[in-house]
């Protein structure tokens, strides 16, 4: 996702050790972790969300074509033997 390889890891863990300190560091990689933790799950929310909004729109286009199939469909076709009368001629 980001792209980050073992050795910048750490790099960054040195710097934050120097920076930081021992004593807070285990702190503030807890809150990090957290703050890790409901950035996945908003984003989870969020694909979520969009999963089943395309899901809705699929569902809807298709009940869309199926009511135009069925608008151009005869509504009662015609029964065999009504026309079976009107083709006689003159019998």
Do not use: C, F, H
């Amino acid at each position: 996702m980001l792209d980050i390889a073992w050795p910048e890891l750490a790099v960054i863990g040195a710097v934050a050790l120097v920076a930081i300190g021992p004593k807070d560091l285990p702190k503030v990689m807890r809150v990090l972790g957290q703050w890790a933790g409901k950035a996945r799950r908003i984003a989870r929310e969020v694909q979520s969300s969009i999963e089943q909004l395309s899901y809705e729109a699929e569902i809807a286009e298709k009940l869309k074509k199926e009511e135009a199939v069925k608008a151009e469909a005869p509504v009662s076709p015609s029964s065999p033997t009504s026309e079976a009368g009107n083709d006689r001629t003159g019998v």
